[in-house]
């Protein structure tokens, strides 16, 4: 999995290369992607020019982009154990992603 600017993924499979559905804003460069299973995964980035932070999550199905943090982009991003995701960017801020048993609800808090 590999994702990149306006709200990209790809998926390489077998020697092919597959644009992944997404309702991540265009705005919205990924920078960072962990996947924890085939139905779960997590990309961190944001916008630039706005200086906003951007969580999206795989379902299996699509990339939505569940949080945005006024912190600037986010850069990097650990998956750690279960409940255990943490995303990081230039500002010096962390977010901690929370996901719930109820598919496709996810909050994150920031953290200084």
Known sequence: ???GAAGTAIRYQAGTATLLPSTVPTSTTLLAVQMVSPTEGYAVGGNEHDRTGAIAQWD???WHQVV???FGPLRSLAITGPGSRWAGGASRKASRVHTRSTPG??????MT
């Open 68 to 70: 945005s943090t006024p």
């Open 60 to 62: 299996g199905t699509t």
């Open 1 to 3: 999995m590999t994702v």
């Open 105 to 110: 609800v996810a909050s994150a808090i920031a």
